[in-house]
């Protein structure tokens, strides 16, 4: 089956497309048995609390999800040549099954914070023991290739190459799962970030690569005809989890992709940030989720969550391919100011809500 692959040499856009639609499909199709299930175990969201939505939705959309994953990942290994960082993607593909387990746990027992960061943890260990680490950075004043190993001696080095990784990814993950409050927000934003890391895969001539970040866009996609709003399925924990492992781990095979998932995802990360102090200011609990953050915020401003929604998508969209097409410099330019107008805007939000 390889031959295939062999055969389209300098022209990996059927095949793409191919892997695109297979995980959509299949992830559409797996939705309807998904949500049967959910209401069979009684694993649905209930209006209350954070939530406002209408009747019980069920939550079990992570399954969904990993049906169009494992479709995709199977046509990859059948059509396309293996990949140069082959030992990685499996620590990912290990680690990601870790956070979808666990997160169908915390789905159905609804676990206490502390069993949700032991998830967390046990994922991002398994990635560093699979050399899943963040060892080089991209300067944007002069656009090289820095590696930690080479600023900092062993040990130190190495303990802040393990402290940076672990970090990113356990704040991606949470950064998804609170992105995670208004139909299609977080399968939304994680499709554009998917697609746009993928494409900047193929530009840096990692074609199999590639494939992984578009079959995880193709896959969204076919959850978002039942996600967006009215949502007929929530991603739940596990979906939650798996995007932001997912998304943490595919910028890290190689660094340059670390600044494109940050500009991409730079609302949502701020606005995370944000939470994580005014909670701790606040004296409550950093990982407790409330109405706090912006999504939130605008919607009880009474903007419709469908307009509040495509804003996300467009900004996302907007930065990512900023991201990828503009000089490393321009990039650190416009993360922060982007940062200081989300950190602005949660000031002024502060203030009109007392």
């Known amino acids: 089956m390889r031959v295939i692959a062999s055969l389209a040499q300098g022209n990996w856009l059927p095949l793409y497309l191919l892997l695109f639609v297979a995980a959509a499909l299949a992830t559409a199709v797996a939705v309807p048995a998904v949500r049967w299930l959910s209401f069979r175990l009684g694993v649905v969201a209930r209006p209350g609390g954070r939530r406002q939505h209408m009747g019980e939705v069920p939550k079990l ?172 399925i929530f991603l739940g924990s596990a979906g939650a989890y798996l995007l932001g492992y997912q998304v943490a781990t595919l910028a890290i095979i190689s660094p340059a992709k670390i600044a494109t998932a940050l500009l991409v995802l730079a609302v949502p990360i701020v606005d995370v940030a944000w939470q994580i102090v005014n909670r701790l200011r606040q004296g409550r609990s950093p990982f407790r989720g409330d109405r706090g953050h912006l999504h939130f915020r605008l919607v009880d401003r009474g903007i419709a969550v469908p307009r509040i929604v495509l804003g996300y998508y467009l900004a996302a969209l907007a930065f990512g391919l900023v991201a990828v097409f503009a000089p490393g410099l321009l990039k650190l330019v416009l993360l922060l100011l982007l940062a200081t107008a989300v950190f602005l805007l949660m000031v002024w939000l502060n203030r009109k809500t007392g």
Do not use: K
Not at 65 to 93: K, S, V
Not at 99 to 114: E, F, H, N, S, T
Not at 185 to 198: N, P, S
Not at 214 to 221: E, I, Y
């Open 61 to 232: 959309g992570g399954l969904a999800l990993l049906a169009g994953l494992a479709l995709g990942g199977l046509l990859i290994d059948l059509l396309l040549p293996p990949a140069q960082d082959g030992w990685l993607l499996q620590g990912i593909a290990w680690g990601t099954a870790v956070v979808a387990i666990g997160g169908l746990l915390d789905d159905w027992l609804d676990l206490p914070a502390w069993a949700q960061f032991l998830i967390h943890t046990a994922a991002a260990l398994i990635a560093v023991s699979f050399e899943v680490f963040i060892e080089r950075f991209t300067n944007p004043l002069t656009g090289q290739v820095v590696s930690l190993r080479d600023l900092l001696a062993a040990p130190w080095g190495d303990m802040l190459i393990f402290l940076l990784t672990f970090f990113w990814i356990v704040g991606m993950i949470n950064t998804i799962n609170f992105l995670d409050g208004l139909d299609g927000l977080a399968a939304g934003v994680v499709g554009i970030t998917a697609v746009l890391i993928a494409w900047h895969s193929y530009n840096l001539g990692q074609f199999t690569v590639a494939a992984f970040p578009l079959v995880l866009g193709g896959a969204l996609l076919g959850f978002l005809c039942f996600n967006f709003a009215p949502a007929r």
